[in-house]
């Protein structure tokens, strides 16, 4: 079998093509087709596949198959063997992927002349590019390196496809040593990159628009860098424009006074949470008392068995103020199911409060664990007045 005639080698601009269908098969519930000729992309070299339709079936993957020949995987009913079929791009990915895949070559070139950054990876993915470099770089060279790639965006510099054997490739100064045998495409950003690559690009660095990192991080020695092009920079744009206006409007502030409006509010939301712990503990405290004054008296001990409608936080500080008091347990539950317990006892005690809590779970599900003077769990599974009879009855034994 030859192998299958890649159009969009020499012409990444294709949009609709006809062809000839060679072969089919179902793999799994798809339809598998293979073309004398094609223009779709396949995944490779962190570049997605194409979609489109085939005929009358959609492409919903494409991929590199054996022996070179590349599997287009429809939904729908597949073309016979040995029909014409016409096919069509789904353009607005396919130019999506060019800008995000040419401004990769433009940004790594500009990276490595710069700083010696090195590119070691490219993935590009549904909402945004990411590319490792072997080396980190400071948010102030990153600032220069991507308005230098805006630069070379912006002096509209064209974009070639040649082809080179391993010897000629050899002699060249490509930005990336080829692991490819035979005969090599090349990419190449006239006065500022040349890569062997077989992805599909636009013909002008004009053409991609823009280039904008968003964000950066340390990444197996080096760094990952994210970046968008393009349509999808002014649509990442538009969406923190909008949210930036609307956080505006909420809180009366300038654009420049918005950072500073956060802190405050941050600032105030702690402040505000420390008055309300401070409260809530003070108030336990009275809850607490008023509870000990309802404690059953065990063989153990005197008990406080209460269902309480609170958080895990609640019941943790009520359990905590009850047995402060000396000669008090308290076991707490929740009057939600999935249920919260909380076991505690005082110093004087040996209720076995992780016993205690280790037998809830086992009885009703959940999970949980402690020490032996304070101890909880959650995800429960009964009510609260069922928690609190078998707490009841094992320590009754």
């Known amino acids: ?202 013909d002008r660095t004009g053409v991609i628009g823009q280039i904008a990192l968003a964000s950066w991080e340390r990444f197996k020695g080096g760094q990952r860098i994210e970046f968008l092009c393009g349509g999808r920079a002014l649509a990442r744009f538009q969406r923190l424009r909008d949210a930036s206006a609307a956080s505006i409007r909420l809180l009366s502030v300038l654009p420049a006074e918005l950072p500073a409006a956060i802190q405050r509010m941050q600032n105030d939301a702690t402040e505000q949470k420390r008055i309300l712990i401070s409260v809530q503990s003070e108030l336990a405290k009275y809850e607490a008392a008023a509870m000990v004054t309802r404690a059953e008296a065990l063989p153990c001990g005197r008990v406080v068995f209460q269902a309480i409608d609170g958080d895990a936080v609640r019941l943790r500080t009520l359990a905590t103020a009850i047995t402060a008091q000396p000669g008090v347990a308290a076991i707490l539950v929740s009057t939600d199911v999935p249920a919260l317990a909380v076991a505690a006892r005082s110093a004087d005690l040996t209720v076995p409060c992780q016993d205690l809590i280790s037998g809830l779970v086992k009885e009703f599900g959940g999970r949980g664990g402690g020490k032996p003077d304070l101890a909880q769990c959650g995800g429960l599974q009964a009510g609260a007045d069922v928690v609190l009879a078998s707490v009841r009855e094992r320590l009754m034994r």
């Open 1 to 202: 079998m030859s192998s299958t005639e890649r159009l969009y080698y020499n012409h990444p601009d294709t949009r609709t093509f006809d062809a000839t269908v060679v072969r089919t098969e179902t793999r799994g519930d798809r339809a598998a087709v293979w073309l004398d000729r094609t223009a779709f992309y396949p995944t490779s070299g962190g570049q997605p596949f194409d979609t489109g339709r085939l005929g009358g079936a959609a492409v919903i993957d494409v991929q590199d198959d054996d022996d070179g020949e590349i599997v287009h995987l429809l939904e729908g009913v597949p073309p016979a063997v040995g029909a014409p079929v016409h096919g069509s791009i789904d353009w607005d990915r396919r130019f999506d992927h060019m800008q995000q895949h040419t401004g990769q070559h433009v940004l790594s070139a500009v990276l490595e002349r710069m700083f010696g950054a090195r590119t070691v990876s490219f993935h590009l993915g549904a909402d945004s590019c990411t590319i490792d470099v072997d080396r980190e770089l400071s948010p102030a060279q990153l600032a220069e390196g991507e308005l230098a790639a805006n630069q070379a965006i912006w002096r509209d510099l064209p974009v070639t496809i040649r082809y080179a054997t391993e010897d000629e490739a050899r002699a060249l100064p490509l930005r990336k040593e080829s692991a490819r045998t035979g005969t090599l495409r090349l990419i190449e950003v006239v006065g500022l990159d040349l890569s062997a690559c077989g992805g599909t690009h636009v």
